[in-house]
């Protein structure tokens, strides 16, 4: 864990950096000039910080990789079987039996409506 907090630091500084640079020189000094592509290519950076994160803890992190696969493939075969896991497993079903109760109420109140 040490590793990937230690990328994510690095990736955050060299994502940011340029473009915390490029805004303090438009504050304080001649933005004119800077070209274009110096005033553009920060930004980007720093667009792109959040694309960071997750390729880094995929990277490094094995529970988190093979939890992020089987969430694109569909296969929750893959996912360890530990507590996680099934926390994680109850999480959803209450979140799908808290939806069909919504659904429910929403139709049993368009009934009421409809009725009256």
């Known amino acids: 864990m040490t590793a990937a907090a230690t990328f994510v630091g690095r990736a955050f500084l060299i994502s940011w950096t340029p473009y915390a640079f490029v805004s303090f020189w438009t504050v304080f000094g001649d933005t004119k000039a800077l070209p274009i592509l110096v ?6 950076m720093a667009k792109c910080a959040s694309v960071w994160n997750p390729i880094i803890y995929v990277s490094t992190n094995k529970q988190f990789r093979s939890a992020f696969f089987a969430m694109f ?44």
């Open 73 to 116: 493939m569909k296969q929750c075969t893959s996912l360890p079987n530990d507590t996680n896991t099934m926390f994680t497993t109850r999480l959803a079903t209450t979140k799908k039996q808290e939806c069909h109760e919504m659904n429910m109420m929403i139709k049993e109140e368009c009934q009421i409506t409809n009725e009256t």
């Open 39 to 44: 005033k553009t290519l920060p930004q980007l």
